[in-house]
């Protein structure tokens, strides 16, 4: 991976600065859109993993797109005043303010629908929509972990899992003048499980392809099921959505799904790096942070200002960044990633001018947008556009 070209771009640029290389985000694009038409299904991006207006726009324009996986009411609504639509919230939630913008966006001609999982959520929504007079659109979350050996693996979602769990509260859902638009099964111990990384040992490894092989056979037959049966009582399903970056290659229409989402791939942050998938070690690295190097604390250490940029989920090495421009430096064990100060030991901090940049990359994808007001757009080595991103916009949803 040559990065001296990202580095060249952001020569007198103010300092930290969060860049995206064009080219290779377009890569990663047509390799989503494809693997998706190469099982015959479409794609839908997940916003939390972009955070950038423009990039959203970007990618839901290529062929075989439809429609956006938001992570808030609040952001589906900001999308749409936008003039993007298809919008499902993919994460549930009970705020009276939430179900009053799915009802004005439903009102306005949106095609929006939000995840429910609880009888709470399904009698609140369709006393609403019968107050206004709507047919108030839900989706359906399934939890899609693989329970074995007296053990859950997976996220804690649903408490939806069976098919009489679902064509239960999907008949209520409908009696209650609510529409069923579709179903959500998202297979997390497959898409975000990485089965190759280096901070894992050889034994580990194996555990985990182990235990994607298995969910992906379990989850396929469940799945299948449980969209037969809501199917067989009549329920037009609009989609049936699952999968992820992850898992572009394994979720197929054979384990029940009409689409799959994504979005974290088309920026390939660092734990991307430890799948053994062949469509996911095919993607490149687009998204790049560069902090400043503002001190030298001693011989073989560099002290970059700023790049506390951790990862949320279960707090290991894997979460922290990584610098990779220029090659052989490393983060220090007593310090990590620092709010204010980020320290680098090896032998190449000798060779780094003070006031230059430090290039890295983030563990996951979107998140590292909610640190940064714009994000420069390079192409042939060369900033050509300034966006904002969320923050930018001065929104924050979450």
């Known amino acids: 991976m040559n990065l001296d070209h990202i580095v060249r771009a952001l020569e007198g640029v103010a300092l930290p600065a969060v860049a995206v290389d064009l080219e290779a985000f377009d890569r990663n694009l047509e390799r989503h859109l494809a693997m998706a038409r190469s099982h015959g299904l479409t794609l839908r991006f997940a916003t939390k993993s972009i955070r950038v207006r423009a990039l959203i726009e970007r990618a839901h324009k290529g062929k075989g797109a439809r429609g956006l996986m938001a992570f808030s009411m609040t ?22 303010s939430a179900f009053a913008q799915l009802a004005e966006l439903t009102e306005r001609g949106v095609i929006v629908s939000l995840a429910v999982d609880s009888d709470e959520a399904v009698n609140q929504l369709a006393a609403l929509g019968k107050a206004r007079g709507l047919a108030l659109r839900v989706v359906l979350c399934i939890d899609m972990s693989l329970r074995a050996l007296g053990l859950h693996l997976g996220v804690r979602r649903s408490p939806l899992r069976t098919p009489q769990d679902v064509i239960a509260l999907a008949e209520r859902a409908r009696d209650l003048g609510l529409v069923v638009h579709g179903v959500m099964g998202y297979e997390a111990q497959v898409a975000g499980l990485g089965d190759d990384s280096p901070f894992d040992a050889a034994p580990l490894r194996l555990t985990k392809r182990a235990v994607r092989a298995a969910s992906m056979r379990e989850l396929a037959q469940r799945r299948s099921a449980i969209v037969a049966e809501l199917r067989a009582r009549g329920f037009a399903l609009a989609f049936v959505n699952g999968g992820g970056t992850g898992s572009l290659d394994l979720t197929t229409t054979q384990t029940g799904v009409t689409e799959v989402s994504a979005g974290s791939g088309l920026y390939k942050p660092l734990l991307f790096d430890a799948f053994a998938s062949p469509f996911v070690r095919s993607l490149e690295p687009s998204c790049f942070f560069a902090l400043e190097a503002v001190r030298r604390p001693g011989p073989n250490f560099i002290t970059c200002l700023g790049g506390g940029y951790v990862a949320s989920g279960a707090h290991g090495p894997d979460k922290l960044p990584r610098p990779v421009w220029p090659a052989g430096l490393d983060l220090t064990a007593a310090e990590g990633a620092g709010e204010v100060q980020t320290p680098l030991q090896g032998e190449s901090a000798n060779r780094i001018t003070l006031g230059s940049p430090v290039l890295f990359r983030h563990a996951k994808a979107g998140e590292v947008m909610e640190r940064f007001r714009e994000v420069l757009l390079l192409r042939e080595g060369r900033i050509v556009e300034r966006v904002p991103t969320y923050r930018g916009e001065g929104l924050c949803f979450l």
């Open 75 to 96: 952001e589906a609504a900001a999308l749409a005043q936008g003039g993007l639509d298809d919008l499902f919230v993919a994460y549930p939630t009970l705020q009276p």
